[in-house]
């Protein structure tokens, strides 16, 4: 079926992730669009004009209503995360989500999903972030006809929790004391190259499951990515090693000095700066081979990315 024939939903359009795709694809293909968040009205701006987006009001964990909503649709993604809701452990509720979708999604017809998860090897000791991306991905996998589960470390560009909560620091901070994880390695993508990963696999030609590690063309670690962001925006603060500085330490001080809209989630992602998150594999270059990442420093400042 081409693409001139589906319409796809995308479950978490309201989502740094999910507003950047759904445009992206409606700039690129000629998709029609089922954006699926709580919060519809949010979403006012969104579009290309042509009726091909729309908005629909849809909870997650209603089953009836997730069902109704994917009917007809062949195609979803699923760009969704908890860590920001208070109402529960985030764990818990993504599985809960989880579980919810993929049933949803079975039961509807949809017979490919598309995943962004987050890189990390499942032999070491994962941050709950971590591990809870992973978790479900496993329970997605276990109910979903077909599941594409991109995994990522940051995502460069304005917006995304990660690369604004350090671009805030570097420019808040002239001298900044690095915990032991800025030691940890780490292989940041820009957002226009995961979009293109996003979108290119919606037309792949795969029959099963797959996991597909995805990353900008270095690994570095994060002292070396926060030297470099800072020199690509014309800062140079002063990095000083504390070997003893703790976690729980680190993700006070980041509060301090983090927006307000990104201090929860931050206080999650900082404990999964421990975690090596690289690309272990070459499965994205086998399945995308026209998908080059070029060096991260045309996505370093804002004002140059592209």
Not at 120 to 132: E, N, P, V
């Amino acid at each position: 079926m081409s693409p001139s024939e589906k319409t796809i939903a995308i479950m978490g359009v309201s989502g740094f992730v999910g507003r950047h795709l759904s445009q992206h694809l409606l700039e690129t293909t000629d998709y029609s669009i089922r954006g699926l968040c709580r919060h519809p009205e949010s979403l006012s701006g969104l579009g290309s004009g042509d009726g091909r987006f729309s908005a629909v009001e849809c909870d997650v964990f209603d089953y009836e209503e997730l069902r109704l909503r994917l009917e007809g649709i062949s195609l979803g993604y699923f760009l969704i995360h908890m860590m920001a809701r208070r109402d529960g452990d985030f764990y818990d509720l993504e599985a809960r989500a989880a579980k919810n979708f993929g049933r949803a999604a079975r039961d509807a017809g949809t017979g490919r999903v598309i995943y962004l998860s987050g890189l990390g090897d499942d032999r070491d000791d994962l941050s709950r972030h971590l591990a809870s991306r992973h978790n479900t991905g496993s329970i997605l996998r276990g109910l979903v006809p077909q599941l594409i589960e991109f995994r990522a470390s940051m995502i460069l560009g304005a917006g995304s929790i990660s690369y604004d909560i350090v671009t805030n620091l570097i420019h808040k901070l002239p001298v900044m004391t690095l915990p032991r994880w800025t030691n940890t390695r780490t292989q940041p993508i820009g957002l226009p190259d995961a979009l293109r990963y996003l979108a290119a696999a919606a037309t792949l030609e795969a029959k099963g499951h797959e996991i597909v590690e995805i990353g900008g063309p270095e690994a570095m670690s994060y002292r070396e990515f926060i030297r470099r962001l800072a020199r690509s925006q014309g800062r140079r603060p002063l990095l000083v090693r504390l070997n003893f500085l703790p976690e729980w330490l680190a993700a006070w001080w980041l509060n301090l000095f983090t927006p307000r809209g990104h201090a929860r989630v931050g206080r999650h992602m900082v404990e999964s700066f421990r975690n090596p998150m690289v690309v272990t594999n070459d499965r994205a270059r086998e399945l995308f081979p026209d998908i080059v990442p070029p060096p991260i420093e045309r996505y370093l400042n804002p004002k140059s990315s592209a």
